[in-house]
Every structure is written in structure tokens, then in C-alpha cells.
Nanobody, 121 residues
Framework: QVQVVESGGGLVQAGGSLRLSCAAS????????MGWYRQAPGKQRELVAT???????NYADSVKGRFTISRDNAKNTVYLQMNSLKPEDTAVYYC???????????????WGQGTQVTVSS
């Protein structure tokens, strides 16, 4: 059984910083892309950033230059450093991991439960 658990959300003033963490645990053979998504009230879930196992990254235009995604493959953990936060960054942030549970199993998407990030003006 695989679990994906986020931590690090909270309330911060505009211009401040937060660091989110997401750890995958359980029966894991390999993890391919990991990423962060967010969903604001009344809006669809959107991509924030992704990172491959080799370290290639992709960012939404709205967060480029402010957010940095990184991962520790040995710990099956992905991080999101968020700087210069804006009120429009307020959302529930979800971690996503593309996980194989065995060498002959196809990869499957796993999602965390979400962590709230609130940026006050």
C-alpha cells in the first residue's frame, strides 16, 4: 500500500515564504515524475510544478521565478519552496506522484490529501 502525505502549509503574509514537503511511503519500486498542483475555491485544479527523477523541472508561468521544486530520491520526497507569495497563490496544494509498486506493474497516479496555503494581503 502506498501513501503520499503533504506537510508545510499555513497562513503567511504577502511577500512571505513557505516550504511544502511531500513524502511517499509504502510498497514502492520506483517513482517517476512528482509534482505539485493547487486548487483555489471555485476553480479547477491546476499544475504548479513537476520534477522528473533525473531532476528536470516544469513550472506554471504564474509561479516561475518565485517557486522552486526539488526532490530527494533516496527519501521519496518532493519539496516546493514558495517565495514572494501573493494572495492569488491561496489554494489547497496537492502532491502527485507517478509510482510503480513493482517492476512489472504500470505506474499509477497517487495523490496526497492536500495542504492549505493562505496568503493574506
Amino acid at each position: 500500500q502506498v501513501q503520499v502525505v503533504e506537510s508545510g502549509g499555513g497562513l503567511v503574509q504577502a511577500g512571505g515564504s513557505l516550504r511544502l514537503s511531500c513524502a511517499a511511503s509504502g510498497s514502492i519500486f520506483s517513482i517517476n515524475p512528482m509534482g505539485w498542483y493547487r486548487q483555489a475555491p471555485g476553480k479547477q485544479r491546476e499544475l504548479v510544478a513537476t520534477i522528473t527523477s533525473s531532476g528536470s523541472t516544469n513550472y506554471a508561468d504564474s509561479v516561475k521565478g518565485r517557486f522552486t521544486i526539488s526532490r530527494d530520491n533516496a527519501k521519496n520526497t518532493v519539496y516546493l519552496q514558495m517565495n514572494s507569495l501573493k494572495p492569488e497563490d491561496t489554494a489547497v496544494y496537492y502532491c502527485n506522484a507517478d509510482i510503480q509498486v513493482g517492476p512489472f506493474n504500470p505506474p499509477s497516479d497517487y495523490w496526497g490529501q492536500g495542504t492549505q496555503v493562505t496568503v493574506s494581503s
